[in-house]
């Protein structure tokens, strides 16, 4: 098959999915981070919001029919889309979706699951009427062309296909574990394990579900419709529906991997606070594995007007600087220095503070002679001058949330601030 015919087959296949995104989970794992959002709506890397990842990529991909399913403290995340995201051309078909939980079926609404989610949306997505269903998750960082999935699916002749990557087996309690055959059949399928047998060869790795389902739509509905009519079910996908389907039905596991290369491509799952400051520390580092300047694959957002990030005073002592550090839009460092630290729109970092190490979310003001390590500080903080966090684990237990590996997360609740709502 041509280049040619290669990218008009698969142009057709994006224009006739129809792309699912369930942002309704509250991230329980994130602590007081999903305190007052949801998981999909928390920031990301210095501008962007976890969900523009997962949205980006479908634009990319050439799929621009999305729905948006939420629940979970959604109103941040609801002005997010809609400010950021009312791009597309509705004459051309194109649309972001937001479908929140509703009085649809009955007075108990609430979707009880992911599946439950899509199922109180049939007539939503029956309307739409596509020939396939990508469901995604809304609270994963990665770029990825969906394109190839679908071509995958299609000429696989698959009833649905998963997304998989190559995980370290002592995380594999956090994913839905695969087992595939030597055509990449799923034998089994199991959600969140306590302890199974690594991959042949290398048993330090598993091959985990990355929460991405391409399904034949038709085929969807009918599951969909069967799982809500059982009792005993949860209605979840990957801890009711995709473990039944293996036998009957032919289930693909699609490797997320480099088109060229065949190495594994970065995803990650960013869902407890340690994660989630890794991965924005690695966003600072000098060549980080994902390219957030890939001007190819772009990741859209919606940011405030804000005016470029300034650095002032030059004096021994007190000098307004920034190294191996991203500082976004509308940040002042006065005096102040900050090390290998990310820092968000219109942060201020006063004189004398050393910052290093540091995920500073937007609107913070540190005041003077603050010292900060390892941190991750909330959304209009108000840092008291002299604060210092991050070189006295006991100290920092007392008054915030400090993991095992000893990252730091600060909120205005913490610090003793009115809360106020947080986008």
């Known amino acids: 098959m041509s280049a040619a015919i290669t990218s008009r087959f698969v142009s057709r296949l994006t224009r006739e999915t129809l792309a699912l995104v369930l942002a309704g989970g509250r991230g329980s794992r994130l602590k007081q981070l999903t305190l007052w ?7 990301f890397g210095g501008k962007y919001r976890i969900i523009d990842f997962p949205l980006s990529n479908c634009i990319n991909s050439g799929i621009r029919r999305v729905c948006v399913l939420t629940q979970y403290k959604a109103h941040s995340l609801i002005q ?25 079926l009955d007075e108990a609404s609430w979707y009880k699951g992911t599946a439950d989610a899509i199922y109180q949306n049939l007539d939503i997505i029956r309307n739409h009427a596509p020939e396939f269903v990508l469901i995604l998750a809304g609270d994963h960082i990665y770029k990825m062309d969906y394109g190839p999935m679908l071509a995958h699916h299609v000429e696989s002749k698959a009833d649905v296909t998963i997304g998989s990557i190559e995980a370290p087996r002592k995380r594999a309690h956090e994913f839905g574990v695969l087992t595939v055959n030597e055509r990449n059949e799923v034998i089994q399928f199991i959600e969140k394990p306590e302890n199974l047998d690594g991959l042949p060869g290398r048993g330090d790795m598993m091959l985990v579900s990355m929460g991405i389902y391409v399904f034949n739509t038709a085929f969807l509905y009918q599951q969909l419709i069967e799982d ?92 307004g600087m920034a190294v191996d550090s991203m500082v976004t839009d509308g940040c002042i460092v006065s005096g ?8 968000f729109p219109q942060v201020q970092v006063h004189s004398y503070v050393h910052l290093r190490d540091a995920v500073v979310l937007p609107e913070v003001d540190i005041g003077r002679y603050c010292r900060l390590r390892k941190v991750i500080i909330d959304r209009g903080c108000i840092i008291p001058p002299g604060t210092v966090i991050g070189e006295d684990a006991e100290e920092d237990a007392q008054h915030f949330y400090r993991t095992e590996r000893g990252v730091v997360l600060v909120t205005r609740e913490m610090l003793g601030q009115e809360a106020h709502y947080i986008r």
């Open 336 to 343: 102040g220095y900050v090390n290998h630290s990310l820092l």
């Open 228 to 319: 809500a009519e059982r009792f005993d079910s949860s209605h979840d996908f990957s801890k009711d529906i995709l473990p039944g389907l293996l036998e009957p039905y032919r289930v693909i596991a699609y490797p997320f991997r480099d088109v060229q290369t065949k190495a594994q491509s970065y995803w990650r799952d960013v869902g407890t606070v340690d994660a989630f400051w890794e991965a924005n520390m690695e966003m600072v580092g000098i060549d980080p594995e994902l390219n957030l300047y890939d001007r190819n694959w772009p990741i859209w957002t919606y940011q405030d007007q804000a005016p470029p990030a300034k650095f002032v005073f030059n004096d021994d002592g007190r000098r």
């Open 37 to 43: 959002r949801a998981k999909p709506a928390t920031p």
């Open 80 to 104: 997010h889309i809609q400010r950021g995201w009312g791009f597309l051309r509705g004459e051309f078909g194109e649309f972001v979706e937001l479908l929140p939980a509703q009085q649809r």
